[in-house]
Each structure stands twice: as structure tokens, then as C-alpha cells.
């Protein structure tokens, strides 16, 4: 019915869902790894600039994201506890695509703040940040869970499927813009920072990775509406999905983590000859 319907190859999650799931899990799984290795060696000091208490936060909102992408994207069979669309869609899927957009803005704003504005990034401005990405967050997935679901999120039972309505996703996606195009601002106001923290062009390429990432969810959701049914496209949103946000993560930290394997002691001296230079 659904083929001929909507012109499309509908079908149901299969063993190809099964190993999408499988490898996705091990690029977390992988991503977790640096981060547990990250915090072993949270003494090398250019390992500890990086900020990994909100590194690790992303991290995991990556992880609850992915677990909200297994309903959205219909990977799994939407019976019993998958059914419930708003759980699974708005307050895991959008939540924390919202929250790890968020972090990221703080993270860079922390770095605005020491570099630009000259003030320190306090334990005080770093739970007062982190309030804010609460109240935000969840003040909008409150919002949209008081609206009608057949206005938002809402499940249909005879085809085990969550129906987003086109107005959700304009919305969704329109504040994603939004918080990322705040990031860009700040990715901007770094642009000065010197060599030893390096984070300019690792912004940049964060930025990068995310705008496209953002191009093709809008493309996606927009364009292909019906995409969860197709095998192929709801399995290459969840890998451009993972992947462009364990990049993000690998984009943090991957870089001192790497040096500190290899080249531990003269990148150390280094980073600290350069930071005598650079400070604010």
C-alpha cells in the first residue's frame, strides 16, 4: 500500500536495521574509549585545556540522540514502550539535539570568555551555562508536549510507525539553525585565538561538519518526508547522524589525545612554550 501510495520502496526494519545499530553502537562505543583514555590522562595538561566535563556531556547527549534516532528514523519495531512517539521523538531525539547544540555553544562561549572577554570561565559560569541549556531545552520539549499530537508527534497504530507532521519539522529545524548559526558568531570571535589551543580551525571544521550535517536533515525531512519508510535513506540519516556527531567529539579532543600517545613529552613543552605566548 505504502509503495504505491507514496511512489516509494516501503519497508519494514529488517537485519539491515539490526547492523546499522550494531555499527553505530561500536562508533560510540569507540568514541567512549577516547573519552575514558581523554580522562586517564586528564593530568597532560593539553588534554585538560579541552574542557572535558562538557566534552563528555555532548558525548552523552550524542548517545541519547542516537537512542531517539532508533524510533524516529523506524528502526525498530514501534510496539509496546517504542510506541510512545513523544517520548522517544521529542525528548529523546529532539532534546538532545538541542542539548548537544547547546553545550557546544557554551564550550566555545567558555573559550569567548577567557580569551576575548577577558573574565574567567568559572565553576559559578559553567553551572549557570548549564541551567541555562535546561531551561531552554526543556521549556521547548514542554511546549510541544502540551500541543495535540496530531499537531506534533503522534503514533499510527496500523502501521507501527511516528507520524511528524511537516509543521514539527519546520519548526525543529528552523531553531537547530538558529542555535548553530549562534555557534557560527562565536566560532567567529575565536578567530584570533593564537596556536596553543589550536581551537580556530577545530571550530571551523566542527562548523563544517555540522552544516552539513544540517543541510541534509533539512533535506531529508523536508523533501523526503516519508523517508522512514525507505530502507536506505532512514539508514543513511542515522549514519550521517552518528557520525557527524562522534566527528564533533573526535574534533574536541582527538588531537591531544593523539599527541599524548606518540608524542607526548615534546608536544607537551611545546603547546606549553606556546601557551607563555598566547595567554589572555
Not at 513523544?86 to 542539548?99: D, P, S
Not at 508527534?153 to 529545524?173: G, H, N, Q, S
Amino acid at each position: 500500500f505504502l509503495s504505491s501510495e507514496y511512489n516509494i520502496k516501503a519497508s519494514n526494519p529488517d537485519n539491515d536495521d539490526t547492523i546499522t545499530i550494531a555499527v553505530c553502537s561500536g562508533l560510540l562505543g569507540l568514541t567512549a574509549m577516547l573519552l575514558v583514555y581523554a580522562w586517564c590522562n586528564y593530568n597532560y595538561r593539553p588534554i585538560r585545556a579541552k574542557n572535558l566535563t562538557w566534552t563528555t556531556l555532548i558525548y552523552c547527549a550524542t548517545i541519547l540522540w542516537f537512542i531517539g534516532n532508533l524510533v524516529t528514523n523506524n528502526h525498530v519495531r514501534l510496539v509496546g514502550v517504542w510506541s510512545n512517539c513523544k517520548l522517544w521523538v521529542l525528548w529523546f531525539r529532539v532534546l538532545f539535539v538541542y542539548v548537544f547544540a547547546t553545550m557546544t555553544i557554551v564550550r566555545f562561549y567558555a573559550l569567548d570568555r577567557v580569551f576575548n572577554q577577558k573574565k574567567p570561565f568559572t565553576r559559578r559560569s559553567s553551572l549557570v551555562s548549564g541551567a541555562v541549556v535546561i531551561a531552554f531545552n526543556v521549556t521547548y520539549c514542554l511546549v510541544n508536549q502540551l500541543i495535540s499530537n496530531s499537531l506534533t508527534v503522534e503514533y499510527i497504530p496500523d502501521l507501527e510507525v511516528c507520524k511528524i507532521t511537516m509543521a514539527f519539522r519546520i519548526a525543529a529545524i528552523s531553531v537547530q539553525w538558529v542555535l548553530w548559526g549562534a555557534c557560527g558568531v562565536l566560532i567567529f570571535r575565536l578567530r584570533n585565538i593564537q596556536s596553543s589551543f589550536n581551537e580556530f580551525r577545530e571550530s571551523v571544521a566542527i562548523f563544517l561538519v555540522i552544516i552539513g550535517l544540517l543541510t541534509e536533515t533539512s533535506v531529508t525531512n523536508l523533501y523526503y518526508e516519508y523517508y522512514i519508510f525507505e530502507k536506505k535513506r532512514r539508514i543513511q540519516k542515522t549514519y550521517v547522524d552518528v557520525v557527524a556527531s562522534v566527528l564533533v567529539i573526535w574534533l574536541f579532543i582527538g588531537h591531544p589525545v593523539y599527541k599524548s600517545i606518540f608524542d607526548r613529552r615534546n608536544y607537551e613543552q611545546t603547546w606549553l612554550e606556546k601557551l607563555a605566548k598566547d595567554g589572555p
